[in-house]
């Protein structure tokens, strides 16, 4: 019997530059002489599908065989980036392949960034989907995940005039060489008409066709599979109309139909494209739930084991309409009584939450959801009076006059619910989720996030990944808390400049490409100060470029004093509808621009803005960071990601008590944690004060200046107003108390400053951090949930 295994480590270099031609030739119908960078991209993917596609039939041979509980993973983002880079490192090709390209002519590091990165997602949510994946198949758990096939994932940003510009990404126009075309498995997913007494007669329908993506675990030991929906077409067209010449309303229900899985929402806060939300959210939960219903009827039979068998996990309230499509199901189509069929769903059910900021708790006006799910209307109501009737002294409701609420409505119809970190699940308990955690005590529970060793340390850290395994030997990487087997090398010599060498030569790589692709010079000496993620208030961009501005003034004031030279990198992209997150990102490109052009201070302070933040972009970043920028308001981020990542890559944190920051720092130690700022309950005293904001910079004259210089046009001398209304929000309302945390902010950055003067002490924090970040695997987060919320264990 051969497995993955067996055949990847026989996989010599000869037989994959043979498997490389082999695909060149038969697959892109190319030889050597005429194939582009594309050809030989896709030659050497499919080479390695190959090599994935055994152990894929042996996992889900081995599901079937233990009869073992599923997992589905059902979620509206996976931001999975690129796979090839991915795929050769955990089925330990990379060396092979780079060889064999090699010897084939080419620069192997060319072709593997030729692939596109697929951006299926905004951010965190859809990032955490993906690691979640990646280990699910690094453990052997069998375990599908469901999402939309997006033809155009988020939009990629370039700056006008420091302005965010979106324009249309378009992965799919190359073919995915990834993925495997489905015709088999096809779901009509209706919409709108009526409902009867237990019934549905939908008014029109569109067809859920599957794609499905292998996603190869370590060692290439287990594969899982990633399926996603394209919309089709009930009918190819309109042959009538084309017949009467009407050729665009013959294509008008095919435009309609596809239209659903045309675009990915950019947007996580704004009220846009409603209708077409709600109908992407219906159609691929109820493509995924007719599918698994399908296999557990194949495997099990009994609807009654559904529970038993089948774990469903919800990210966010997204795919919310679960809980009624599953008792719509199991209840109008397969005759389980009404009550009966919720506790079946509610037993197979778990609820993920996100987010505390209401505006991104998802609540339907019930006229645009009864008009397109009638019957699921219905049967809310009907779950509603079922849990008001079991706690008649509770105020909780899932329908409010004229709205639906999918965030009571997935608690109630989920056995498990979880934050993820510390704080966010015992946040959600006080705040948003009070009454219905004091109704269902044990239903709350919390599952830290965390990310996934293979691809965001030995896939994009390879110095770094080296040295561990030179002292460590390798097993860290499916055991990422070995790590802790490398405490007693922080005080060798040896291995603290080994670990300094690896953050210098990453920084150097990236001063290269940031100078060949950017055109701006940086000295790999200065400190790497970076701030990467989605562009929004709560996470506070606007503080660390004010902090910025206050430094430029303060050396320009002592330009001879002993500065700290550093440079600050920013990415990220703001919503498209979010005005005030795009002018932070033009103000800092505004800054950059009179900040890089000063000559007192241009050796001391450096500011960038890298367009089109991605996860390939993240991967480039985080090795090559010094210092990693945490500053949300405490109490807004649930957990982060990015911190954990920057942790494990030896960037020491400058952050608030917020999300898994708290975690972060009771792990790699206070001393090697810069904290600063209020905690989640001063931010909520601190609100309560007339004139916060008005006080906090009547108190602190550098912030009185940073805002000056914003409000009377220093960056922007052709409009002087540009930025009014960002200082008037930071001298007024001020919600997210940037103001009020600017003081311990500067103080904190000053600490840094003076811990990065010492390169040892420095170092040996960096060291610390990575060592002492283990626990933050997805692997070990995965296993939290096998254990509070799925029932379900690994295969091998
Ligand atoms: C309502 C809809 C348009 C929507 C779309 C995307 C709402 C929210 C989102 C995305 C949310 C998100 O990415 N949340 C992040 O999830 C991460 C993984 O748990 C957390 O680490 C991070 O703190 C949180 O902001």
């Given at each position: 019997k051969v497995d993955a295994m067996t055949v990847s480590t026989t996989f010599t270099t000869q037989d994959m530059r043979a498997a490389i031609l082999h695909h060149l030739t038969?697959?892109?119908?190319?030889d050597a002489d005429h194939a582009t960078t594309y050809d030989w991209r896709m030659a050497l993917s499919f080479a390695v599908r190959d090599r994935i596609v055994d152990g894929w039939f042996a996992s889900t041979r081995k599901s079937y065989e233990a009869g073992a509980k599923r997992v589905y993973y059902l979620s509206m983002e996976f931001l999975i980036g690129r796979l090839l880079q991915d795929g050769l490192v955990n089925l330990r090709l990379l060396d092979d392949a780079c060889e064999a390209l090699t010897a084939l002519g080419l620069d192997p590091w060319q072709v593997i960034s030729?692939?596109?990165?697929?951006?299926?997602?905004?951010g965190g949510l859809g990032r955490l989907a993906a690691c979640f994946l990646e280990s699910l198949s690094s453990l052997g758990v069998p375990a599908h995940g469901y999402g939309i096939r997006y033809e155009h994932g988020l939009f990629r940003q370039s700056f006008v005039d420091g302005r965010q510009v979106e324009l249309p990404e378009t992965w799919l126009q190359q073919h995915h060489a990834w993925e495997f075309e489905r015709p088999e498995a096809r779901y009509r997913i209706g919409f709108g008409g009526d409902a009867r007494d237990a019934g549905w007669d939908p008014a029109e329908a569109v067809i859920a066709a599957a794609y499905d993506t292998p996603i190869v675990g370590w060692q290439g030991r287990w594969a899982n599979t990633l399926r996603l929906w394209a919309a089709k077409p009930?009918?190819?067209?309109d042959l009538d109309s084309f017949n009467r010449g009407d050729f665009v309303g013959a294509a008008t229900p095919e435009a309609m139909a596809r239209t659903i899985s045309?675009?990915?929402?950019?947007?996580?806060?704004t009220e846009i494209g409603k209708e077409l939300r709600l109908k992407q959210e219906y159609f691929f939960t109820a493509a995924s739930l007719a599918d698994i219903l399908r296999r557990f009827e194949m495997e099990h039979g009994d609807l009654r084991k559904l529970p038993e068998k089948v774990a469903i996990q919800l990210n966010d309230t997204h795919p919310a309409i679960a809980g009624p499509e599953l008792v719509r199901l199991l209840h109008d189509d397969n005759g389980i009584p009404f009550d009966e069929a919720m506790d079946l769903a509610r037993s197979t059910l778990g609820y993920t939450n996100h987010t505390l900021l209401p505006e991104a708790l998802e609540r339907w006006s019930d006229h645009l959801f009864g008009r397109l799910l009638p019957r699921h209307l219905e049967i809310i109501d009907r779950i509603d009076q079922a849990h008001r009737a079991t706690y008649?002294?509770?105020?909780?409701?899932?329908?409010?006059p004229g709205v639906v609420k999918m965030g009571e409505l997935s608690f109630v119809m989920a056995h498990r619910v979880n934050g993820v970190s510390a704080l966010h699940t015992e946040l959600m308990k006080s705040t948003v989720f009070k009454e219905l955690n004091a109704l269902h005590p044990d239903r709350i529970v919390n599952e830290t996030n965390g990310v996934t060793p293979r691809r965001w340390l030995l896939s994009s850290n390879p110095r770094l990944a080296s040295l561990i395994t030179e002292r460590i030997g390798e097993d860290w990487v499916g055991d990422l808390e070995q790590l802790s087997r490398l405490e007693e090398h922080v005080g060798d010599a040896g291995f603290l400049s080994a670990y300094a060498e690896a953050k210098r030569a990453n920084k150097a790589d990236l001063a290269a490409w940031i100078e060949a692709e950017h055109g701006i010079a940086l000295d790999p000496a200065m400190m790497f100060d970076v701030q990467i993620k989605r562009l929004h208030e709560y996470k506070r961009q606007h503080l660390n470029i004010l902090e910025a501005i206050a430094l430029w003034q303060a050396i320009r004031a002592a330009?001879?004093?002993?500065w700290t030279p550093r440079v600050k990198i920013f990415a990220g992209k703001a919503a498209p509808g979010y005005h005030f997150a795009k002018d932070i990102i033009r103000l800092i490109n505004d800054v950059a621009e009179v900040v890089n052009a000063d000559p007192v201070t241009r050796d001391k302070l450096k500011i960038v803005f890298l367009p089109n933040y991605n996860v390939t972009l993240a991967e480039r970043l985080i090795p090559a960071s010094d210092l990693s920028e945490q500053i949300s308001t405490a109490g807004k981020e649930a957990s982060g990601t990015g911190n954990m990542k920057f942790a494990l890559n030896g960037a020491l944190t400058i952050g608030t008590l917020d999300g898994a920051n708290v975690e972060i720092r009771e792990r790699v130690g206070e001393e090697n944690f810069f904290l600063f700022g209020m905690t989640a309950d001063e931010v909520v005293a601190r609100r309560k004060i007339k004139d916060h904001a008005a006080k906090a910079i009547a108190v602190d004259p550098r912030l009185a200046a940073a805002l000056a210089a914003v409000r009377d046009g220093t960056f922007c001398a052709e409009e002087p107003d540009r930025y009014a209304h960002i200082v008037q929000n930071l001298s007024g309302p001020d919600y997210f108390l940037v103001s009020s945390d600017f003081t311990d902010y500067w103080r904190a950055q000053r600490e840094v400053d003076a811990a990065y003067r010492d390169a040892d002490g420095w170092t040996r924090m960096a060291a610390r951090n990575t060592v002492r970040s283990g626990w933050f695997s997805s692997d070990r987060t995965i296993r939290g949930y096998m254990a509070d919320v799925w029932g379900a264990e690994p295969v091998i």
């Open positions: 038969y697959t892109m119908g190319k030729n692939e596109p990165d697929a951006a299926l997602g905004n009930v009918e190819a067209f045309r675009v990915l929402y950019p947007d996580d806060t008649p002294s509770s105020s909780v409701t899932i329908r409010e330009p001879d004093a002993d």
